[in-house]
């Protein structure tokens, strides 16, 4: 007697292996059989005829940790097939923290500070007890570590006793369940850390034997010097390597992509463990404010208001020597869209270019300006921005460690984090790789692509009971129609839920079927063990 029967789907089992006709059997929470189980009996039974029968989706690289504290529903998700996340990246997470560190981290999305967690297991209980939707698996900001240690945005390299101090602490939060360290190198606080910090933390993450995400110094005019310092890194600690989101930007050269993967690879021959992970798409997203200088971060929000009213002050702020997007740069506003915003909601989709002549300004003034109007919530607007190739994903999908990530967090068009955005494809990431570079482009397999959000992902940061359809496995299991399959986002609107995901089941337990979701929350915090 099963819980759940599947019956007659096409089952792709998350190892690359061709696809194969057959039933898939879970009971308590575990896949128990998998072939030809016609004359089971079950509690439940879903009939997959022309459906795909594949592991849950694991999201590398997602930023829901504060998303799911607000609304454990993981809406955009578990509607996509994700059945586990990965959180804590680019060198942000909700622990360590401060009071005052944990209070600006939940006004991300306009939450109050209603936590009292200041370390890593403290704030994995908090999870454990709302009752999440998707399994998480929890990395350590090197952010967080920061600002515990230094204190809010310091604009400096750190001591030698700051980083020792900085060690003990990210060793206490892999001890209680953190799987790694995550860097945001092109961020603040992150641009400001040297490589002797950066190395000694990751020694104690690879004595740990976790793994380090970074988001690299640079991926335009100075990719060598970004991804090359990450490749140093790893060479000299042994830190197993995971390169978040390598797709190169807008300004850099154009053998950047290919050399890039000649690096990799040629670390790789050294014995090292290096992979990476892009996002499906040629728009690149950030916050507003990233395009501002690192030192505008440590500015009090009152004289920082008063820097974008004044005409001395915006030339200033312009002056950014460590750029994160060479399009503004290069002044190319015609490529860079407005994505989230609470006050101008009739400039969302909106190029900066068309904004500027709306207003019968400048760009850089229209930026201010936008900034200005914002008020006290300047730092949530959000920007996205023509910076990726096609061909430069191809080509990163065809090396067989590459994984594929949203850079998003979980979200909902309705509830607490309604209008809320994070990243064009945030609620259609899955159904855009799918359905573009698997079914339409057949850039690979969809065995082999599915590989890429199931059983790779679960290998790099170190799960070995998910990721495969495989009995004893963890019963998280997706279903979608690929021929119906369909990304039904825009620009102007991409809080939009994708066509052709059918069921999905976390943990043994349906979450979503039938273009329904279910009120049972199954989802897990994992901890490293």
């Keep these: 007697m099963f819980d759940i029967l599947i019956t007659n789907g096409n089952i792709i089992d998350g190892s690359g292996s061709r696809a194969f006709e057959g039933d898939v059997g879970i009971k308590d929470g575990r896949i128990a059989a998998i072939g030809e189980l016609s004359e089971a009996e079950s509690k439940e039974t879903i009939d997959a005829a022309k459906l795909v029968v594949a592991p849950g989706f694991i999201d590398i690289h997602t930023h829901s940790d504060i998303s799911l504290m607000v609304d454990p529903r993981a809406e955009s998700q578990i509607r996509q097939g994700v059945t586990t996340e990965v959180i804590g990246q680019c060198g942000f997470s909700l622990a360590p ?7 600006e981290g ?16 403290e704030l994995l209980e908090a999870m454990d007890q709302a009752h999440i939707a998707t399994n998480v698996v929890g ?49 603040h606080p992150g641009k400001m850390a040297q490589y002797d910090e950066l190395a000694a933390l990751c020694r104690a993450t690879a004595q740990a034997d976790g793994l380090y995400a970074t988001h690299s110094r640079n991926r335009d005019k100075r990719y060598f010097v970004g991804f090359g310092e ?6 000299d600690t042994g830190v197993r390597l ?7 930007k807008y300004g850099c050269p154009a053998h950047t992509m ?3 993967l000649q690096m990799i690879d040629w670390t790789r ?3 090292l463990d290096v992979a990476m992970d892009i996002l499906p798409t040629i728009w690149n997203h950030t916050a507003l404010m990233a395009l501002l200088p690192s030192w505008a971060f440590s500015v009090a929000p009152d004289e920082l208001m008063a820097l974008f009213k004044s005409p001395a002050g915006r030339e200033k702020l312009k002056v950014n020597p460590l750029p994160i997007w060479q399009l503004a740069v290069d002044e190319k506003w015609d490529k860079i869209r407005l994505l989230s915003s609470l006050v101008n909601t009739g400039y969302l989709g909106w190029t900066i270019e068309e904004i500027a002549n709306d207003k019968n300004t400048t760009a850089w003034d229209a930026v201010f300006d936008l900034l200005i109007e914002e008020g006290q919530g300047y730092g949530k607007i959000t920007v996205t921005s023509e910076a990726f190739t096609e061909e430069d994903n191809c080509l990163a999908l065809a090396h067989p460690r590459t994984a594929v990530e949203s850079d998003t967090m979980a979200l909902a068009n309705d509830g607490v984090l309604a209008g809320h955005k994070l990243g064009f494809l945030g609620y259609n990431w899955v159904a855009r790789y799918i359905a573009h570079y698997l079914r339409d482009e057949k850039v690979l397999s969809l065995e082999e692509g599915l590989r890429r959000i199931t059983s790779l992902p679960a290998s790099r940061v170190g799960l070995i009971d998910r990721g495969r359809l495989i009995p004893g496995a963890a019963a998280d299991v997706t279903l979608f129609n690929l021929g119906k399959l369909r990304d039904n986002s825009t620009i102007a609107n991409p809080n939009v839920y994708p066509d052709g995901i059918e069921h999905v089941i976390v943990n043994g337990v349906t979450a979503f079927s039938g273009g329904k979701r279910t009120a049972d929350h199954a989802g897990r915090v994992l901890r490293r063990s």
Excluded at 106 to 121: I, R
């Design 106 to 121: 939940l006004n991300v999305v306009g939450s109050e500070d209603f936590g009292t967690w200041k370390t890593y297991a």
């Design 269 to 271: 021959e050294e014995g």
């Design 97 to 103: 923290c401060t009071d005052e560190s944990r209070k």
């Design 242 to 248: 995971q390169i978040s989101h390598v797709n190169p």
């Design 258 to 260: 290919r050399n890039t």
């Design 139 to 187: 990395m350590v900001g090197h952010g967080a570590l920061r600002n515990v240690i230094m204190g809010p945005n310091a604009p400096r390299p750190a001591t030698n006793d700051e980083i020792a101090a900085m060690v003990r602490l990210l060793e206490q939060a892999l001890e209680e369940g953190g799987f790694g360290l995550t860097t945001g190198l092109e961020y």
């Design 230 to 235: 990450a490749l140093d890194v790893a060479r």
